[in-house]
């Protein structure tokens, strides 16, 4: 029923080179051809065809990425260490939640630390103004990211 045809027949390779010398895009060949352009590309691999001059210079490298004072990392850091520099001269005084919030109520302007336990009639949230870029205010945003919190585990 199916004929088992060969795909490269000695016309198609011989149309292919002459396509493929002309400059004609791999999808080009194919159409003319009558053959997929994945075809195309799998033989010109297997004939080692190139598009490349030999002994051309390879493309000029791209610079590597620096960061920029910018990067969000680094300003998280520089807030944070200005806070940590803060704690030490406060010593730890509690922090004050004078604007409590609901849920319905909390948005990016407030502090979304919780209050209580939820399901607590009190539960609510700090709600006052947060840092820039940070979910919490300045107090509770120390309590969050504390340096060193994390204990390394001895292994045995």
Known sequence: ???NLPTWTTERVERLKIHFEAGLS???IAVSIG???NAVIG???RMNLTRGKPGAEPRPKKPAKTRGARSVPRLQYRMLQALYDEEQAEDGAPVVSAQR??????????CRWP???????DFCF???PPLDGMPYC???TRLAYRPGSRQRVARR
Not at 101 to 110: G, I, N, P
């Open 1 to 3: 029923m199916f004929e």
């Open 26 to 28: 791999c999808r080009e």
């Open 35 to 37: 053959v997929s352009r």
């Open 43 to 45: 033989k010109l691999s």
């Open 101 to 110: 919030c609901s849920l319905f109520e909390l948005s990016k302007e407030r």
């Open 115 to 121: 209050i209580s336990t939820p399901g607590a009639a």
């Open 126 to 128: 700090c709600g006052n």
């Open 138 to 140: 300045s107090g509770h």
